[in-house]
């Protein structure tokens, strides 16, 4: 029997979903040999201190890139309709990081695992989280 009775056809389509991702060249970085999995990350953001864990971070030219896998199911099927605590936590990353990295600048991504799609999280909506 197959792992999670899933058919050939699924198999295939998952397979070839997160090869796309690897794959793509605006993507690489995330991936690449200047990425890492699982990184702390401590900082405070006002009046608030931050101790969590970047599931993905790139560190590219004058970038720093950053993603987090959810497993929703269904994925938000816009940036804008990502849920308000994701996007709390992205922009918390995001502060923190710019911090730590004055001269970069932090992208934010949400990696929906039901689908292997990568979202980008748009800077406006980081930027209109009050902390």
């Not at 699924?10 to 040999?33: H, M, N, R, W, Y």
């Not at 864990?53 to 993603?67: F, M, P």
């Not at 308000?84 to 990295?101: F, N």
């Not at 932090?106 to 999280?121: A, G």
Request: hydrophobic share 40%; charged share 25%; proline share 5%.
């Amino acid at each position: 029997q197959k792992a999670l009775d899933l058919t050939d056809v699924d198999v295939k389509q998952i397979t070839d979903e997160v090869l796309s991702i690897l794959g793509d060249s605006q993507l690489s970085a995330l991936f690449g040999p200047n990425s890492r999995a699982e990184v702390p990350i401590v900082g405070q953001i006002g009046n608030y201190s931050l101790s969590g864990q970047v599931d993905r971070l790139a560190i590219h030219k004058n970038e720093i890139l950053i993603v987090d896998y959810k497993t929703n199911r269904p994925p938000a099927d816009s940036a804008e309709n990502i849920p308000k605590i994701y996007q709390r936590q992205m922009a918390a990353y995001s502060s923190v990081l710019k911090d730590i990295y004055p001269n970069y600048t932090v992208r934010s991504f949400l990696l929906w695992t039901d689908i292997c799609s990568l979202m980008e999280i748009p800077q406006e909506i980081i930027e209109k989280i009050d902390f």
